[in-house]
């Protein structure tokens, strides 16, 4: 039973090395996680300003696109069951 003979433990230098490895990976997976966001970030304004554009050319070219129920001529209910 030798106690106090040979190492106990890692040493400063490894445990510093180690501590040094796990801030590398940390900040690698900070950056990571920053382009990620940066990229859906694009990708949101993009698909606004698509969506905004669709919007207003579908209200000039006369609103929603869809047909009138009571329009006379057509597939609407007056057309059909109108007088």
């Keep these: 039973m ?19 490895q796990r801030l590398e990976a940390d900040q690698a ?4 996680a920053e382009k990620r ?6 990708d949101i304004e993009a698909n606004l300003k ?5 919007t ?7 609103g929603r696109g ?3 129920l009571f329009r006379s001529s057509g597939g609407g209910f007056l057309g059909r069951y109108g007088s």
Excluded: H, W, Y
């Excluded at 207003?56 to 006369?62: H, P």
């Design 56 to 62: 207003t050319a579908s209200i000039l070219s006369g």
């Design 37 to 42: 966001a940066e990229q859906k970030r694009d």
């Design 2 to 20: 030798c106690f106090g003979t040979g190492p106990t433990g890692p040493s400063q230098e490894e445990k510093q090395a180690s501590v040094n």
């Design 29 to 32: 997976r900070r950056d990571q």
């Design 50 to 54: 698509k969506r905004e554009i669709s």
């Design 66 to 68: 869809g047909r009138s």
